[in-house]
């Protein structure tokens, strides 16, 4: 190991060793509470004190070699809609074009910068295996056009920069962009939220602030105490509009979100080192105090994992303070029709089905407005090819069959990557409508536990995990029924090898035909695939919420001491944990 690698370490255990207290308290009601979410089944608790734990290991274990004596990494994530200058806004810190930018979506995965005596890129791939890359080549990895629909299956990509030795024990993190049409780069973005440390959001000049905006403002306020606004591409306006921009941006702010938020602008184009100057002066804030911010960003999101966990408790006690009738009547009333497994199972079944029937018909029909260009380029290019062909009949058709295999396959794999976006609607709208009851359900339950318990429940922290679908292997079948080739010595070619070329030119569009209708019912099976494990997602989320509320009100007869004791060491815990 390196001597600064060495003494890097000697220094982190002493940072370790003065800020004991807080994470001694951090894991003493981490602990607490995944003992209690165990001890009375709150499994709605789990991802939330996973996310606890990781961070919290964080800031006992040195994170990378490259930070010689910076024992934490704070993660800055740049969320916002897609297009709004993200990645323009990280290349501009590092002076560099390193992050691909575009007028289209292209940001595929999550990247992330930090400081680097040389620079280099490190691509970490979904099965765990690391793989370390050319700084110019990170493109390769993290657009969608050179990695579409991350075809690569790259978890995340991390870049280390020498310019970034300003901004010590801070990471930024490049986030495919929220509300984008790509509606899974929305949730790779909303699923990696709760390990944020500090957020930059972005929002274009071009654009009001919108509704996306503020609930993307509003989820990250539970997860992160630290909210910037970046408001991009002001060159585009003039100064009187950048005004009434931020005034307006800020006063829909105060007004939905009653907070206030700082708002910053910026440009990438004119006056970037003016404009620049505030935002360093932040995040260098953030690095200097990273020991205090990450003190006060593990407290934010251990007070939100506790306060859940009251909720669930007081639940409990409340009921255990009822007789066993009482309980069961509770039960029944809170645990209404509407609330009933059964019938949300068929209504997500019903709502699955709808949409799984209509796939096909979906990819079918558009796919069908390409069939004709395709058929068209295919003849085209067997019309070039096929004069250069020698030889008998049989040989003829062998040629045939292998160029076809060949350009067939090749076109068709071009199709499908280039059109396959195209295809998602119905995942698209299931997981809207999986959703929406996934939120109707929560609201009800929380509504019929506040009004008869008077309990009332955190917001959760549910994400329905979109699996995409992979790339299909588009393979081509042959499609001759009669073998007539095998007669090729019967047929002289000088005569008939213009007959021939004219009869395989002729079969190129039934063939072309057969092919997308396979390839629509390759996609259709994945896509429905897909829908199907969001269903069964969503349905676990159900049965888990339930079964946590009945055994919270059918457990807790004669426990209310304990549940009190519980209930009170968890607020002591908390006391301890400090304000922040
Ligand atoms: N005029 C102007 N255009 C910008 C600025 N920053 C980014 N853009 C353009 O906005 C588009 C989207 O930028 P990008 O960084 O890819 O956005 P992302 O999707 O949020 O990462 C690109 O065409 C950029 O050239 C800026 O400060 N001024
Ligand atoms: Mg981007």
Redesign the pocket.
């Known amino acids: 190991m390196p001597l600064a690698g060495v003494l890097g370490r000697g220094i982190m255990q002493q940072k370790a060793t003065q800020s004991y207290p807080i994470q001694s308290a951090a894991s003493l009601i981490l602990h607490k509470v995944s003992e209690i979410s165990r001890r009375f089944d709150i499994v709605s608790l789990n991802r939330q004190i996973e996310v606890a734990e990781n961070l919290l290991g964080k800031s006992k274990v040195e994170v990378s070699e490259n930070l010689p004596g910076k024992s934490k990494v704070i993660d800055v994530a740049?969320l916002?809609?897609?297009?709004?200058?993200?990645?323009?806004?990280?290349?501009?810190l590092i002076g560099e074009k390193v992050?691909?930018?575009?007028?289209i979506?292209?940001?595929t995965v999550i990247t992330r910068v930090h400081y680097e005596k040389e620079p280099r890129a490190v691509v970490t791939y979904l099965d765990g295996n690391k793989v370390e890359a050319h700084i110019n080549d990170a493109e390769q990895f993290i657009s969608e056009e050179k990695n579409p629909g991350n075809e690569k299956k790259v978890e995340v990509v991390d870049v280390g920069h020498p310019a970034f030795e300003q901004y010590p024990g801070l990471r930024l993190v490049?986030t495919?962009?929220l509300g984008?049409a790509f509606k899974y780069n929305t949730e790779t973005s909303q699923e990696w939220l709760p390990e944020v440390g500090a957020a930059i959001v972005?929002i274009?000049a071009e654009r009001p602030i919108s509704e996306n905006d503020l609930n993307l403002i509003k989820d990250l306020s539970r997860h992160t105490p630290k909210i910037i606004l970046l408001l991009?591409?002001?060159?585009?306006l003039s100064s009187e509009q950048q005004q009434e921009v931020i005034r307006f941006s800020q006063n829909t702010l105060k007004r939905e979100i009653n907070s206030e938020i700082p708002l910053y602008p910026?440009?990438?184009?004119?006056q970037?080192d003016l404009l620049r100057g505030p935002i360093d002066d932040l995040l260098l804030d953030l690095s200097l105090n990273r020991d205090a911010e990450f003190t006060n960003i593990l407290r934010h999101k251990i007070r939100s994992l506790v306060k859940s966990c009251l909720g669930y408790l007081e639940l409990a006690l409340t009921s255990s303070l009822k007789t066993d009738a009482e309980r069961e009547d509770l039960k029944k009333i809170i645990l209404t029709e509407k609330l009933n497994y059964d019938i949300i199972e068929s209504e997500l079944f019903l709502v699955a089905r709808e949409n799984m029937q209509k796939t096909r018909t979906l990819i079918a029909s558009h796919l069908e407005t390409k069939r004709g260009k395709f058929t068209k380029k295919m003849m085209t290019l067997l019309k070039k090819e096929m004069p250069t062909w020698k030889g008998n009949l049989w040989q003829l058709t062998r040629r045939y069959e292998e160029w076809l295999e060949e350009n067939l396959q090749k076109e068709l794999n071009d199709l499908s990557k280039k059109e396959h976006r195209h295809f998602f609607d119905t995942l698209n709208s299931t997981y809207v409508s999986i959703s929406r009851s996934l939120n109707l359900f929560r609201n009800l339950l929380d509504k019929n536990i506040e009004s008869i318990l008077g309990v009332k429940l955190s917001p959760p922290d549910w994400d329905l995990e979109v699996p995409e679908p992979t790339q299909p292997d588009v393979a081509f079948t042959k499609v001759f029924d009669f073998h007539f080739d095998l007669l090729w010595f019967l047929i002289p070619m000088f005569i008939f090898r213009g007959v021939f070329q004219r009869h395989f030119l002729r079969q190129v569009p039934s063939i072309v035909e057969i092919h997308l209708s396979r390839l629509a019912y390759q996609w259709e099976v994945r896509i429905n695939k897909s829908i199907e494990k969001i269903r069964d997602q969503a349905l676990k989320y159900v049965r888990d919420e339930l079964s946590t509320v009945d055994k919270l009100l059918s457990r807790s007869a004669g426990r209310s001491k304990g549940i009190s004791h519980t209930i009170q060491e968890l607020r002591d815990n908390l006391e301890k944990l400090g304000a922040g």
């Open positions: 740049i916002g809609q897609f297009k709004s200058g993200k990645s323009s806004f990280i290349n501009s992050l691909p930018i575009g007028a979506p292209v940001t490049d495919p962009g984008s972005t274009s991009t591409k002001v060159d585009l910026y440009s990438t184009k004119l970037t």
